[in-house]
């Protein structure tokens, strides 16, 4: 679980640039949250919020601060880029920065690469138990420019963006049966509403 925090460390020149990229590509008027891993104090993630983006009613989020964590493949090679996360969802979902936050959370601590087609499980379901979508399915970010992302890159480090869909429990099945090419072709056909929280599965 994470708890919101009363402000934000003080950040970084290259913390802030971050920060500046991602609002460059959200637009809008930005609120930046400071959230606090429940069990270790010492552990937290900022937040980017930009209220209706990319459209009215929905807000725009970013991770600021998860890039300066260096992933791993299996192999134990360090990820060439450093990555960040960015999701979209109806402002009326007022817990879901804490979602995206305990997704940074679960890579910070288990130090994993992150990469198009990896899945974060239960992230949803924390704070939304009911729900038919319990996993975070990251993919590259489609919602925002036409479906451009640009990445970050000064002072020789680069960071892209990952994108972060919510995923039933048959669909990750289908992710780990076929590989997540399956799922974005399933997604593209029935084309759900993934900003419905109780939706059928695409499989």
């Keep these: 679980m994470t708890t919101l925090a009363p402000e934000s460390k003080a950040p970084s020149p290259l913390h802030k640039a971050i ?5 460059s590509v959200f637009g809008g008027k930005p609120l930046v949250q400071a959230y606090h891993h429940d069990e270790i104090q010492t552990l937290s993630i900022d937040l980017l919020e930009v209220d ?11 991770t600021l601060g998860l890039f300066e964590a260096e992933l791993r493949h299996d192999d134990g090679q360090a990820m060439q880029t450093r990555i960040e996360l960015c999701a979209e969802m109806p402002d009326d979902l007022d817990l879901w920065g804490n979602v995206l936050a ?12 992150a990469i198009p087609g990896s899945v974060l499980p239960g992230c949803v379901a924390e704070y939304y138990p009911d729900t038919t979508v319990p996993h975070l399915y990251l ?6 420019h036409g479906g451009e992302f640009p990445r970050f890159e000064q002072d020789g480090v680069l960071v892209n963006w990952l994108q972060a869909v919510p995923i039933s429990e048959a669909e990750l099945a289908l992710v780990e049966r076929q590989g997540h090419e ?10 759900p509403d993934i900003y419905d929280l109780e939706r059928d599965s695409v499989c």
Excluded: K, N
């Design 19 to 23: 920060a500046r990229h991602a609002l």
């Design 52 to 62: 209706d983006s990319p459209d009215d009613g929905l807000v725009s989020y970013s």
């Design 102 to 113: 305990t997704a940074a959370f679960t890579l910070l601590r288990g130090g994993q690469a």
């Design 139 to 144: 993919c590259v970010p489609y919602s925002w």
């Design 182 to 191: 399956a799922l974005e072709d399933a997604l593209l056909e029935h084309e």
